[in-house]
């Protein structure tokens, strides 16, 4: 399906969900098994209440991302 807020057509993208994004600790033991599945791009974690909010960096959003590695 298309995705008006995607900046490239042809990236996807894929939504993990952590019980807490303040875990840090957590996000990154999620972040290195996704690093093992094969994904090799940063990837950017943003808290489910900026998507709420309407947050893209399409829209001049800067500094949504709570963790970018």
């Excluded at 996807?12 to 875990?23: E, F, G, L, Q």
């Excluded at 957590?26 to 900026?50: C, F, H, M, Q, S």
């Amino acid at each position: 399906m298309p995705n008006r807020n995607a900046k490239n057509p042809d990236t996807k993208v894929i939504c993990v969900y952590t019980y807490d994004w303040t875990d840090e600790e957590d996000v990154r033991r999620i972040r290195g098994t996704l690093r093992e599945l094969g994904i090799v791009t940063k990837i950017p974690y943003k808290a489910d209440n900026d998507t709420h909010a309407g947050s893209y960096a399409n829209r001049g959003h800067r500094r949504i991302s709570k963790y970018y590695e």
